[in-house]
């Protein structure tokens, strides 16, 4: 059952005739549309300059192997999550984070779990269901757009999963509006974007931490925060939107990092 309300939750082409004549079409090479594969919603935006990691499916590893190492709570005391909170899970996935999130934030806190999959996301609410978490809502997102409500989330956790991301400039753009401002509605004070990823190539579904930085600044996010951690399966980092959102056309796509 949904727990979010109102404007928050809820959830040039020149034909030369002399060549014409004398060329047959059906030698003809149509060239590949660099676009072709890209959503319109897309098309306004740079497109990746890098590789994109396949689905890899929504469980990265059992969950008692990570709460072996105290992954969550871990990342979840270096994110700062706090008791009455609202928070966002991008590709939630089974609901690793989901539920020990719902957990921290507590009964006043609100979470929000989103996912591209649908099969993932009836899974992930058929288990909340069952786990009774009232302060739990779900959501359909796209590629390139999270779909979150506006000035809204204290922390959005993209845990294993931005490596995946096809239009990241595109999606980290929409995410922004989302982040909650300060009290005045000005800055974004309070708000971050929460990333744990593997230092490996996207291959082998990773980012090397230069790029990550790279692509969120070319979109007006600053790094505040970073750390190697190898035992919780990665490198946790922390971003904050500053000054004004850029127009698609003004963003400038990064080079691809080695």
């Known amino acids: 059952m949904s727990i979010f309300t109102g404007n928050h939750f809820f959830l040039p082409v020149i034909a030369i005739a002399a060549l014409a004549a004398t060329t047959p079409l059906a030698g003809c090479k149509r060239i590949p549309d660099a676009d072709a594969n890209r959503p ?38 270096a994110a700062g999550i706090e008791p009455g909170m609202t928070v966002a899970d991008i590709g939630a996935g089974e609901g690793y984070y989901t539920v020990r999130l719902a957990e921290r934030v507590g009964a ?67 995410l922004r509006p989302s982040i909650r401002r300060d009290i005045n509605g ?30 969120f600044e070319a979109v007006g996010y600053q790094l505040i925060g970073f750390m190697e951690r190898p035992e919780l399966g990665g490198y946790f980092a922390r971003f904050r939107p500053v000054g004004k959102a850029l127009l698609p056309g003004k963003i400038k796509a990064c080079e691809l990092e080695k």
């Not at 890899?56 to 059992?62: F, H, I, Y």
């Not at 959501?139 to 995946?164: C, N, Q, T, W």
């Not at 230092?199 to 790029?211: A, E, L, M, T």
Request: aromatic residues 8%.
């Open 40 to 77: 319109e919603t897309a098309l306004a935006y740079p497109p990746a300059s890098r590789p994109v990691s396949e689905l890899a499916g929504n469980q990265w590893s059992t969950e008692t192997a990570r709460d072996k190492v105290g992954e969550a709570e871990e990342i979840m005391k």
């Open 186 to 215: 000005g800055s974004y004070d309070g708000g971050e974007v929460i990333v744990v990823d593997v230092d490996r190539p996207f291959v082998q579904h990773g980012i090397r931490p230069k790029q990550l930085f790279c692509e």
């Open 108 to 174: 006043e806190g609100r979470v929000l779990a989103q996912d591209i999959d649908k099969d993932a996301i009836k899974r992930l609410a058929d288990r909340v269901a069952r786990d009774a978490l009232d302060n739990v809502s779900i959501k359909l997102g796209a590629p390139d757009d999270p779909r979150l409500p506006e000035d809204s989330f204290d922390r959005i956790f993209l845990v294993h999963m931005y490596h995946e991301v096809r239009e990241p400039y595109a999606f980290l753009s929409r």
